[in-house]
């Protein structure tokens, strides 16, 4: 039996300000970049060595990815299976503005994002189906060894949910909070052609 272990981490603060921010490429501000290079410096601590750093393509995340894994000599590459979730006609739009224009569809949104997609958006089956796939071609590639993927709030939420055994649960995406900078664990024990995944989330992940 082999053990894959994941480090997640979220992108730090964006710019943009209180926005909806799906998969608009917006860059990190200047306290993001800091946050970022803060957790990231305690990734370097030893007993830490990522064999590679994966990333979604979106700037936020793949330009702190990609700085991090050439210091560390890791192999590094992006997937955009995960990306965060397209918010279609509401991507990158103020919460103040939607809300008075798509109250009520926010409202219905957020109470069950299953039954509800965004206009022009993807579905939360679609979101969760994509993260998914990118998740069983990481593991594929990367059986039994160390990987840090930075991504996004979305994501993050959707791979601890199935860590857990978790699904359809809105709370995930609504009520779990997940700070700029957050990060946690996934370890896979790869049994023949099954798979079982632990959960770590505090502050003694990666210590």
């Known amino acids: 039996m082999q053990t894959t272990r994941v480090i997640l981490l979220r992108h730090g603060e964006c710019e943009g300000g209180n926005i909806l921010r799906g998969q608009i490429d917006v860059a990190l501000t200047e306290q993001g970049q800091q946050q970022m290079q803060s957790v ?24 702190v990815a990609e700085e991090f894994a050439l210091t560390q ?9 995960f990306k ?22 926010l409202d219905a949104y957020w109470a069950n994002p299953w039954a509800v997609a965004p206009p022009n958006g993807e ?12 998740w069983l071609t990481m ?3 990367y059986k039994g060894r160390c990987v840090l993927l930075v991504t996004h709030g979305g994501v993050m939420r959707h791979l601890m949910a199935k860590a857990l055994g978790i699904t359809h649960a809105a ?9 700029y900078a957050a990060k946690a664990e996934i370890d896979v024990l790869h049994d023949s052609d099954k798979q079982y995944m632990t959960l770590n989330w505090g502050e003694k992940v990666l210590g």
């Open 84 to 105: 965060e979730l397209n918010f279609g006609d509401w991507d990158g739009q103020t919460f103040d503005a939607l809300y008075q224009s798509h109250a009520e569809e």
């Open 139 to 141: 593991l594929e590639e």
């Open 40 to 63: 990231l410096g305690g990734l370097q601590s030893p007993g830490f060595a990522p064999d590679a750093v994966l990333s979604s393509p979106l700037i936020r995340c793949a330009n």
């Open 171 to 179: 709370g995930f995406y609504t009520s779990l909070k997940l700070p």
């Open 73 to 81: 000599g890791a192999a590094y590459s992006t997937n955009a299976g």
């Open 123 to 134: 579905s939360m089956q679609a979101f969760e189906l994509r993260i998914d796939k990118a």
